[in-house]
């Protein structure tokens, strides 16, 4: 049977091809790619047998284990559509996406029962779940492991295809969640690498392809610090497996730096990844405050998407680390991974990307421009998604024809500068209009966190009766550090123009963010209007 594009096929490949070699370490879990292709194929039999069929969604509601990327698998190898859940999601959250997402099946941890049997009564479709861990007494469901136990390990399916669907979910932080729908190969060219990236060399034209680049190619150790249930994550786990390389995951469910970095030592890593500074800088504090720790001498890559990873804490971690390459890129759900590249050296924004035919900035008249100093949002073409699940309205703000030719809008606002080069400014969504100026939170909170007594922050836009909007900083301070306002204004003043400062301050006990570290706007903005200012 011919290979396709189809993200079990490329697994299969490679787990042929390096059997022996461990894919997938958590903690005391350790998966080969023979045993983790096995497992997955029981379980896509075992689903098959209960009725589960292509083009069904199943979702996964699991904490980082081996579980999780044999159930992603197994959903793969049947043309069902494996579709991560937010394990921090509740009451109406879980309700409404396992209503409209239409899941047929679930995959769930058991400490998560309560959660579940409450959002069950809304979800008619939801007709199969399983449950992983010991605490399974009163967790709906059948036990992952007596489902996976009668399955046989080889599996057959003539109509897989490189356009069955795999589904991100997305959009937690700014709204209800949503389901991005990308075939599978438009997720491997577009998010992937098109299985090019570690060979350093274009995409490959065939799944066959990757038998004698994985065969030929050291193993490297790969870890990824934001939960699996996060797309970045997924999507970096996916390209390391797809090379051949050994994934490792945090078995911890919160972010510990020290934790991390005890992992890193343990298991040899040589490439991680993190989502910007919410990530980056306890990992560089406890560096500095324990640089004889650890012996970190394997690393060589230090990656970050998703959210700035501010210069200057970049310089504070190669100081530690000297032999580190810093990459940094950015993508969305929507996008896949856009590109790579620096801050700018002068002027505002915070990524650079060298242009190509399938990115554009569309200006708000539907018109792509390109001359220097022209504005817009940024937008790909090619391998992009074919839509949000069951959401047409959305689809079509966020998937745009111009001139024949289909373009999926990131939302992040960018320039044409003097060079030709795209740079990105921010989210426009949260982009805040104070007095005709615009202001991108991001840029101010690389300012904020220059004060030693930030530990974290958030920038928000707060109404104002002069202004319309306000700069204002949801704050959370180091353990034991007092704020000074006047120092707090004056590091800022060194870094921003005048009409960026924060007019408004926050102190919080805790600035939320999701699990992988992605900055919760909406909590910040709730979060301010029932605080009192100390300003």
């Not at 051949?244 to 005890?262: I, R």
Request: glycine share 8%; with cysteine.
């Amino acid at each position: 049977m011919p290979r396709t594009f189809n993200l079990a096929d490329l697994f299969e490949v490679v787990a042929a091809a390096v059997p022996d070699r461990i894919a997938f370490i958590c903690a005391s879990q350790r998966i080969s790619f023979k045993a983790l292709d096995q497992r997955a194929n029981r379980l896509g039999n075992a689903l098959r047998e209960r009725g589960i069929k292509r083009g069904d969604n199943v979702g996964i509601q699991l904490y980082n284990s081996a579980e999780y990327l044999e159930t992603f698998l197994a959903c793969c190898k049947i043309g069902a559509a494996p579709v991560n859940v937010n394990y921090r999601y509740k009451g109406e959250e879980l309700t409404f996406l396992y209503a409209s997402l239409d899941f047929r099946a679930l995959v769930y941890a058991a400490e998560f029962a309560p959660a579940v049997s409450q959002a069950l009564q809304q979800a008619p479709l939801l007709g199969l779940l399983l449950h992983c861990g010991t605490d399974s007494l009163a967790a709906p469901g059948l036990q992952y492991e007596d489902f996976l136990a009668s399955a046989a390990t080889e599996l057959q399916d003539p109509l897989r295809s490189d356009q069955d669907i795999y589904m991100l979910c997305t959009g937690g932080t700014t709204g209800m969640p949503k389901g991005v729908m990308w075939p599978h190969r438009s997720l491997f060219m577009a998010a992937l690498g098109g299985g090019g990236i570690y060979f350093r060399r274009p995409p490959i034209e065939a799944p066959e392809e990757l038998a004698a680049l994985v065969s030929a190619a050291q193993p490297l150790v790969y870890l990824a610090c934001a939960p699996l249930m996060h797309g970045a994550a997924m999507w970096a786990t996916l390209i390391s497996l797809f090379a051949g390389h050994c994934v490792v995951v945090n078995d911890e469910h919160q972010f510990d730096a020290e934790h991390v970095w005890d992992i890193v030592e343990r298991d040899a890593v040589n490439i991680l990844s993190i989502v910007g500074d919410a990530m980056a800088l306890p990992m560089i504090r406890a560096l500095e405050a324990h640089p004889d720790r650890w012996d970190l001498s394997r690393v060589m890559v230090f990656g970050n998407g998703g959210a700035m990873f501010s210069p200057h804490l970049q310089q504070r971690l190669k100081a530690m680390l000297p032999q580190l390459i810093i990459n940094n890129g950015m993508g969305s759900s929507e996008a896949g991974l856009v590109g790579g590249g620096d801050k700018p050296v002068q002027g505002e924004g915070f990524i650079c990307i060298t242009p190509r035919p399938d990115l554009a900035l569309i200006d708000e008249q539907r018109r792509i421009v390109a001359a220097p100093g022209d504005f817009g949002i940024l937008a790909r073409s090619g391998n992009t998604p074919v839509g949000y699940y069951g959401d047409a309205v959305k689809t079509a703000e966020t998937f745009v024809t111009i001139d024949g030719r289909l373009w999926v809008l990131t939302g992040d606002q960018a320039r044409i500068d003097a060079n030709g080069d795209i740079v990105v400014l921010g989210r426009g969504s949260e982009c805040i209009n104070t007095g005709g100026e615009k202001v991108f939170p991001e840029e101010v909170e690389v300012a904020a966190r220059r004060y030693a007594a930030v530990r974290d922050v958030l920038i928000i836009g707060m109404p104002d009766e002069r202004w319309g909007q306000k700069v204002a900083a949801v704050l959370e301070l180091q353990e034991g550090e007092d704020f000074s306002l006047a120092e707090f204004d004056r590091i800022c003043r060194e870094h921003l123009a005048a009409y960026k400062l924060p007019r408004a301050i926050y102190l919080a006990a805790k600035v939320q963010r999701s699990p992988a570290g992605k900055a919760d706007y909406r909590w910040a903005k709730e979060y301010a209007a029932a605080s009192v200012s100390l300003t």
